[in-house]
């Protein structure tokens, strides 16, 4: 069976790029530049890691240092330089199975392409591919900077199937042949392996897809990387307009495709750190819009679970609970995010920095005299009813995972 017959869902066989097997993948595999937004000392650390070896940390630019215009040059000129010298070639058309290993947990997923006009991040679509949060159009801009023009595409998108028996993963070691990368990730990544598939694994996926159609919608939805896919379907509707072929290779875009239900995955709130406010005023400014405050001292300060209708707001001289009506999680996500866009038009040199990981989100809010907001982690269930329901989520209602199991980096797919 070809791929064809896939086509419908926007699924796509990709031409893989990887490494030359000289260099060392431990060092050219990095986390996703989304990561580590507001710790410089991450990407040092990562700097200092990778040295003068092959890396994509060369061909990327961490968002960390997103005002930095001069590294968009170096980035395009240095996927020149890996393709000339060879250091990445090409492993054919081939989907690749991913197992990757964080926490003595293994988490599966399907290296892949999908068709872009099966996309789209827009409220009310029906596409069978839709992202899951709300997109920020201002920030688009300079990712499509980033990605527009250049050589390769790398990845770091997860999407979403709805696959609670697990039917496309079930049997998949029938369907592996050789492996085709192997290797520990740097800094807590834990461990990665790649493995080609057969071509009858497509006949599977074709059966297992229409079995699954009856019962999803939507089909597929972006869990990370929603503005890095909105960029590169930006960037595929302005070279639409302006005349390019329809097979163009900027129709595609990378993804890696991983069951909603993997028992490795999980679905993490993402914490909120407010700075340039007055804590007290940010109190009285949530108890008017709540049903309730129950201010708690330091010493019963939050566990990292929080209760469905709460959300937790930690400074320096106190915890609170803030109590919602809200029956699910994503309302309350919804609420925090309406209180603090509110108090933002009354304070506009309030900053809010999305921080993953509760340990994290407080150390930096020490750092930076900056105010926490903890809030619920949504439920595996509830979140592809909530996205048909809901249309896009709040931005950053969920991360797949803590920081350290993101996606890495690893392998390319060339754009022209």
Request: charged share 25%.
């Amino acid at each position: 069976m070809t791929y064809d017959s896939l086509a419908r869902w926007g699924v796509n066989v990709p031409e893989i790029l990887l490494p030359n097997k000289n260099v060392d993948l431990s060092r050219w595999a990095v986390i996703a530049c989304d990561q580590h937004t507001a710790n410089i000392r991450y990407w040092k650390e990562v700097e200092s890691l990778v040295k003068d070896s092959p890396s994509t940390l060369n061909l990327i630019h961490p968002e960390i240092y997103l005002e930095d215009t001069s590294r968009k040059e170096l980035v395009h000129k240095t996927m020149e330089s890996y393709v000339e010298q060879r250091i990445v070639h090409s492993i054919g058309h081939r989907l690749v199975f991913i197992e990757r290993t964080v926490h003595n947990k293994i988490r599966k997923g399907l290296l892949m392409s999908i068709d872009l006009e099966k996309y789209d991040f827009v409220e009310g679509t029906q596409l069978p591919i839709r992202s899951s949060e709300e997109t920020i159009l201002e920030r688009l801009n300079s990712r499509i900077s980033v990605k527009e023009d250049a050589l390769l595409e790398l990845s770091h998108v997860l999407m979403l199937i709805n696959d609670e028996k697990n039917a496309l993963f079930e049997n998949i070691e029938s369907y592996k042949q050789e492996t085709v990368f192997d290797t520990d990730l740097m800094l807590g990544g834990g461990h990665i392996a790649g493995y080609a598939l057969a071509d009858s694994f497509l006949g599977h996926m074709n059966d297992t897809l229409s079995k699954l159609e009856e019962s999803s919608s939507p089909f597929f939805i972006v869990g990370d990387g929603n503005h890095n896919l909105a960029a590169a379907k930006k960037i595929w509707e302005n070279k639409k307009k302006s005349g390019v072929r329809s097979n163009d290779p900027a129709r595609w875009a990378l993804v890696e495709l991983v069951n909603v239900y993997d028992e490795a995955l999980t679905l993490e709130p993402i914490a909120r750190m407010v700075l340039n406010q007055d804590e007290n005023e940010l109190l009285d400014f949530l108890e008017s819009s709540a049903m309730k405050i129950d201010k708690r001292n330091l010493s019963d300060a939050a566990k990292d679970s929080i209760p469905t209708n709460e959300s937790v707001i930690e400074s320096m001289s106190y915890s609170a609970a803030c109590i919602w009506n809200s029956p699910t999680a994503t309302q309350t996500v919804w609420n925090v995010e309406n209180a603090l866009k509110n108090l933002s038009k009354r304070n506009p040199s309030m900053e809010i920095a999305y921080i993953h990981g509760t340990s994290e989100a407080r150390l930096l809010a020490k750092k930076f005299n900056g105010i926490v907001i903890l809030l619920p982690s949504i439920p595996r269930g509830q979140l592809f009813p909530a996205v048909q329901r809901f249309g896009n989520l709040p931005n950053k209602a969920f991360s797949l995972g803590q920081a350290e199991e993101k996606r890495y980096y690893l392998e390319m797919r060339a754009l022209r």
